[in-house]
């Protein structure tokens, strides 16, 4: 026979201030990310006490110094570059962790400065044009293009990418 867990008590500040700090040590995060993890938890737990203000304690977070938004913006659009995806999806990404649109455009230069190196990497992980098999057939080099603008690259540079024949004509886009 199985016993039913009892619910968890509501929160309190100082309670949601331990479940703020645990947060931030495991998880590189921003403030808009915490301050969403921190309403939720009040949501899905309760509150015992005066009002709860996520975003004032995910500000405190920031102000000690626990919580930086252009560093995660910076390491973000470094680790998407190195997987390969365009700038696009690495914008996207910044907005969805709620990086401040002065942050993200001072991002922009570097991003579009890895673009091609980028688009380079996504085509051979994904082995597109000169990675891949040599093809002929539009149904196959439709897709490897589709694929190439989902990961965020333009589509100049994504259709040049696969009708390349060979490595050396890419030479340029890097």
């Known amino acids: 026979m199985r016993q039913e867990r009892r619910p968890p008590p509501p929160l309190d500040a100082a309670a949601l201030e331990r479940l703020a700090l645990r947060y931030v040590e495991r998880f590189a995060t921003t403030r808009g990310k915490l301050a969403d993890y921190l309403g939720r938890k009040i949501r899905e737990r309760g509150w015992d006490g005066e009002a709860?203000?996520?975003?004032?304690?995910?500000?405190?977070?920031?102000?000690?110094?626990?919580?930086?938004?252009?560093?995660?913006?910076?390491?973000?659009?470094?680790?998407?570059?190195?997987?390969?995806?365009?700038?696009?999806?690495?914008?996207?990404?910044?907005?969805?962790?709620?990086?401040?649109?002065?942050?993200?455009?001072?991002?922009?230069?570097?991003?579009?400065?890895?673009?091609?190196?980028?688009?380079?990497?996504?085509a051979r992980r994904k082995r597109i044009g000169p990675f891949g098999m040599p093809t002929e057939d539009r149904a196959v080099r439709d897709k490897q293009l589709a694929a190439m603008l989902r990961a965020g690259h333009g589509f100049e540079r994504s259709r040049r990418i696969v009708v390349a024949q060979s490595e050396e004509e890419l030479d340029e886009l890097e």
């Not at 938004?69 to 570059?81: F, H, I, P, Q, V």
């Open 52 to 122: 709860a203000d996520p975003r004032a304690l995910a500000q405190r977070m920031a102000d000690l110094g626990y919580v930086d938004d252009r560093l995660y913006a910076e390491s973000k659009a470094a680790a998407l570059g190195r997987k390969g995806l365009g700038a696009r999806r690495v914008t996207m990404a910044l907005r969805q962790a709620h990086i401040a649109q002065a942050d993200a455009d001072d991002l922009a230069p570097a991003i579009a400065e890895r673009a091609g190196e980028a688009a380079i990497t996504f």
